[in-house]
Each structure stands twice: as C-alpha cells, then as structure tokens.
C-alpha cells in the first residue's frame, strides 16, 4: 500500500460460499461508534449493607456506521461517469444477512479500511434510506447505517468436547489477498511464526492459500 493513498472502507464476507465478495464504499464514514458491555448481577445480602456482587461475563463488542452515503449522481475518483445505479452494491450488501447454505446461517463478515481488519462481525442490521430518483423511480442516492456485532472471543477457545475438558484449536478464516506471514503477525505478533501455521496444517505449500480456508491456530511451544 502506498503510504497516504486514499483508501476505501469495505464489508468482505470471511466465510462459506461468499468468502471474498465485498462491498466497497463510494464514500467513506465519517464517524464509527463503538459500544461494549459486561454483565454483573447483584443479590441483596440480609443484614449487609451492600448486595454481592458477582460478574457473568462480558457482552460481545458491538459497533456501528451511523451513516454512509452511496450516491449514483457524481463520478467518484477515478471514474470518468457516475454509476448507472446504486442498487446493485446496495443489494449485495443486504444479501451479506442472507443464510448461507453451506453454514446453515449468515456467514461472518469483516470491516476492512486501508490496513484495519475487524476482527470477524456478524451484520445485524442495514437501515438504506432513499434520498433521490430519476424519472423512472430508479434510486440514485441513498443514506446507510450498518450495525455490526463481534461474533466470537478470540480469547476463548471452545471445548473438543464435554467429558474430556482439553481445548480445541483457534481457527482463523483465510480471506483473500492474506498470506501464511501476514496471519502468523495477526496471530502471534511474529510473521516468522509463519512456519508452525504451516506445519500445524501440513501445508505442502505454504504459498497457496484459497480463501475461505480454515487453519488451524494452535499455542507455540
């Protein structure tokens, strides 16, 4: 990436039969709004002067894009004509919410912007309010907000199974454009960890990633 390049925000589907297919922005948001919460329960105690307090776990991450614009009106930059319709990225970003057949649900998502990848979302809500038409009722501009929620703990790995109590492995959902180093620095903070990824997934070649595929993470020695 060329330093100070203006770059473009992005949804990209991390997973399942769609695994790469994004939606790009026409102009990027100018404002994101994070929200994260815990849960504590608290039980009056008789006699105290205070309940007790115990904590039951934290709420995932939520955040959201209170507003975006996709606007058909006005070339964007490096284009030489506006967009014959706004409809077919707004369509396609609806569809993100859509159940995928080979995960049985809504596949996870990404928020991308130049070098920033969330960790992987689930899309929980799409406002799109229509703003102008053309003389035929075809949309040309369109006001959006997205609400996204964190869809996993990267901190918790879930149990192999209920008798044995061992943990099972962290996978990571190889998107397209990664590489083998690049995710060992994601992962590990070291892209030379590259090669225990590897051999953790008896990649013959380390070089052919496919998105979409599952590797993988397990604790270095």
């Known amino acids: 990436m060329t330093t100070g390049a203006f770059q473009k925000a992005k949804i990209e589907v991390a997973e399942g039969s769609k695994s790469g297919q994004f939606v790009e922005f026409m102009y990027n948001p100018t404002s994101l709004t994070v929200s994260k919460s815990v849960n504590w329960s608290r039980t009056p105690k008789p006699g ?7 904590f039951g776990g934290g709420d995932a991450t939520t ?5 975006v614009i996709f606007d058909g009106t006005i070339p964007l930059v490096g284009e030489t004509a506006p967009r014959a319709s706004i409809m077919a990225d707004l369509d396609k970003l609806v569809s993100f919410m859509d159940i995928d057949d080979s995960l049985e649900r809504p596949a996870f998502c990404r928020f991308m912007w130049g070098e920033y990848r969330s960790a992987q979302v689930t899309i929980e809500k799409v406002d799109i309010t229509y703003q102008l038409f053309d003389r035929g009722g ?6 959006v907000s997205i609400s996204f929620r964190q869809a996993e703990d990267p901190t918790e790995l879930p149990y192999q199974n209920p008798t044995s109590r061992s943990y099972a492995r962290k996978y990571h959902t190889v998107i397209e454009g990664e590489t083998l180093d690049w995710i ?3 992962e590990y903070g070291d ?5 225990h990824i590897a051999e953790a997934n008896n990649l013959n070649d380390p070089l052919n990633l496919r998105p979409g595929q599952l590797l993988r993470i397990t604790p270095r020695n």
């Open 63 to 67: 955040f959201s894009i209170p507003s």
């Open 138 to 143: 075809k949309p040309l501009r369109a006001e």
């Open 191 to 195: 892209a030379g960890a590259w090669r």
């Open 48 to 54: 105290g002067n205070a309940p007790e307090t115990d």
């Open 184 to 186: 060992a620095h994601q």
